[in-house]
Nanobody
């Protein structure tokens, strides 16, 4: 099983940017599609972005399309989420997950997440 550690969150003003990182352990990282999810207070966890194992294909939730970019570096066992033009509604704990499904219920392992807070 791939172990995941998210980092890079913080407090930022609306319109600002952050880059999240998800470091994975295990030699099989490059064989997994990777995903970012987020969970805002009082809301269910939701899909944000996904990237194929090769990095050739990416997918985004409509709410972040054009503002967020997912990427990966298989040599570093790391997946990134660059978030631009942040909005207060992007405030959430962000999690990464390894696998090809875009529904949170498909995963039973999560890292600790990283908090992103966007002030208005």
């Amino acid at each position: 099983q791939v172990q995941l550690v998210e980092s890079g969150g913080g407090l930022v003003q609306a319109g600002g940017s952050l880059r999240l990182s998800c470091a994975a352990s295990g030699r099989t990282f490059s064989s997994y599609a990777m995903n970012w999810f987020r969970q805002a207070p009082g809301k269910e966890r939701e899909f944000v972005a996904a990237i194929s194992w090769s990095g050739d294909n990416t997918y985004y939730a409509n709410s972040v399309k054009g503002r967020f970019t997912i990427s990966r570096d298989n040599a570093k066992n790391t997946v990134y989420l660059l978030m631009n033009s942040l909005k207060p509604e992007d405030t959430a704990v962000y999690y990464c997950a390894a696998g090809g499904r875009r529904t949170p219920s498909a995963y039973d392992y999560w890292g600790q997440g990283t908090q992103v807070t966007v002030s208005s």
